[in-house]
């Protein structure tokens, strides 16, 4: 198992580091990889504005537009614990005061997205959120509204913690149970795609449980991973290896990144460590790009032949290429999966989290609940509406007895 850290490396950092590194292994030649980097940095600097003109409609250069008065606002919840830890701030365990449901409460700091010019990424996420609302397994957003200095995000509370905590713990999961997660997640990013959205980021600490032990995707890679320039200091949390070879490499790349990150999280599910993995991240690197797939004995050959069709290097050849989730729902692996149940949530999952109450902490690592509670949390914040079009009540909520506070 791999020990997952938050290393202060910035994202713009990680990526340079790569397309250094792949440079290097690539040419071998030390000499004119100084500049390569920078030609690839500034690749990366078009890529990004192109995403933003293209799927990441929402503009934050858009003609701002009178922001709604939201009925919901920071000082309507008590923030318990700290649940998560992000670039740009600090998710939290809340409740609402008035109703006691407990929610995930993600808290972005404006000065952060600012000053990393971060604007257009964060609306984006907010954007994707309100387009994938109605999926069983990707997390739900309930309310988003701002004071002068945060955004906040109200999810549901995915309080069966990460998947990869629990596989933390137990090394590796059994066929049946690795089989039901991969089946949800590969259902979530199938619909996501169907929304023309590319995940890309499928990642252990993005793959939550629900208190049932269904799963809950959160942090919405298309726009979170919009690659900035290279003054961008965005964290790049982890290690990469969990991308496709073409993200690392920088090549074109399209929804088919998805189903490799699919590939190597089933691949540690059930080995206990990623495909390609060395404790040398550069040696990891190579392998992910160079190295011949090794699947040792001890799994399915129904479960090494769907490895090796997602893991496949060849985008165009890998499984879900032309048909996307419809080639993996019809992969031998899946065949004891009634798809339609699967989405109804009607197959009893694998396991179950302890739970003592809907805001129980047990399942929640903690090295994020031993962070302490910032008492500003929704005490008298002022009121800003420098994120035009951030405010949001889903329909659901929207009933809820809560006070005008205007704002
Ligand atoms: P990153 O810097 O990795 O992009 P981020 O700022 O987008 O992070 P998230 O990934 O959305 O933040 O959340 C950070 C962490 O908070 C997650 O890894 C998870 O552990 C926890 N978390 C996020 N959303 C929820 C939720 N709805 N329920 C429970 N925990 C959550």
Redesign the pocket.
Known sequence: MVKKTKAPVTYAKMKGVVSYFTALIKDKKFGSSHSMYYRQMDFLRSESLSEDDGAAAVCFSDPPTEEPQSRVSAADFDYLKV?????????F?AKHRENGTH??V?V?QKHIILSRKEERHVMC?HRVLLKTLNHPFL?KLHFSFQTKDRLYLV?????G??LFYHLQRELVFCEPRARFYAAEMASALGYLHSLNIVYR?L?P??I?LDSAGHV?L??FGLC??GVAGRDTT?????TPEYLAPEVLQQKEYDRTVDWWGLGAVLHEMLYGLPPFYSADRFEMLRNIIYQPLVLKPGVSSGARDLLKRLLNRDRAKRLGAKRDLVELQSHSFFSSIQWDELVAKKIPPPFIPSLSSPGDLTN??PR?TDLPVPQSLGACEEYGATFPGFTYISENTSSLSVQTRGH
């Open positions: 649940i998560g830890t992000g670039s740009f701030g600090k998710v365990l929610y995930a993600k972005l996420e997390v999810l549901d509370y995915a309080c913690g990460e980021d990642k600490e993005n939550l809950v959160t942090d979170k991973e965005r964290t790049f949390c982890g929640i690592d994020f």
